[in-house]
T-cell receptor
Framework: GAGVSQSPSNKVTEKGKDVELRCDPI?????LYWYRQSLGQGLEFLIY????????KSGLPSDRFSAERTGGSVSTLTIQRTQQEDSAVYLC?????????FGAGTRLSVL | GQQLNQSPQSMFIQEGEDVSMNCTSS?????WLWYKQEPGEGPVLLIA?????ELTSNGRLTAQFGITRKDSFLNISASIPSDVGIYFC??????????????FGTGTLLAVQP
């Protein structure tokens, strides 16, 4: 597709379950970013992939959060043993340079 | 780490009014970007600024890269209801090209009353 695609658009899960969120970046973009946006808040940086370099994981809030990017394209953000405070919109962005293009996000609700 | 202070936090205005919002930082940036996020969507780029002192327009939007490289403002003239959304500033800190990471402001929520 022409833009960044994220799936699912909405995810409801029970506390303690694991979830996987998917991001399909714009074709050819070498960088991919994950952010978390809580209700009415700004963008909280989580993790950044750039080409074949080791990812910048400095924003991951705990070891329950992990992400991978296979083949330099699709990325999956995994949250293990979800907690209610993990409820938020998870946004993915990709870029070729410094201008980031965002997907519509996945709204995660942990009950 | 670096932080961006964005103000105001929210604005409630009448259609036709002009709007101004700004971002400040304690350290310099190489690039300033302004994004708009509508409900249920991801942020969309409005304007990109690359040089200190640069003033750039995009329709009714005007943004400037502060001369000190530590601030930027965004003006919207003659607001209309579809201007509603959250506006984010973002800055790229100097990194020698090592990273494309951006630092995002906390956002300004704009509501426009018809």
């Amino acid at each position: 597709g022409a833009g960044v695609s994220q799936s699912p658009s909405n995810k409801v899960t029970e506390k303690g379950k694991d979830v996987e969120l998917r991001c399909d970046p714009i074709s050819g973009h070498t960088a991919l970013y994950w952010y978390r946006q809580s209700l009415g808040q700004g963008l909280e940086f989580l993790i950044y992939f750039q080409g074949n370099s080791a990812p910048d994981k400095s924003g991951l809030p705990s070891d329950r959060f992990s992400a991978e990017r296979t083949g330099g394209s699709v990325s999956t953000l995994t949250i293990q043993r979800t907690q209610q405070e993990d409820s938020a919109v998870y946004l993915c962005a990709s870029s070729l340079g410094h201008i980031q293009y965002f997907g519509a996000g996945t709204r995660l609700s942990v009950l | 780490g670096q932080q961006l202070n964005q103000s105001p936090q929210s604005m409630f205005i009448q259609e036709g009014e002009d709007v101004s919002m700004n971002c400040t930082s304690s350290s310099i940036f190489n690039t300033w970007l302004w994004y708009k996020q509508e409900p249920g969507e991801g942020p969309v780029l409005l304007i990109a600024l690359y040089k200190a002192g640069e003033l750039t327009s995009n329709g009714r939007l005007t943004a400037q890269f502060g001369i000190t490289r530590k601030d930027s403002f965004l003006n919207i003239s003659a607001s209309i209801p579809s201007d509603v959304g959250i506006y984010f500033c973002a800055g790229q800190p100097p990194s020698g090209g090592a990273t494309n990471k951006l630092i995002f402001g906390t956002g300004t929520l704009l509501a426009v009353q018809p």
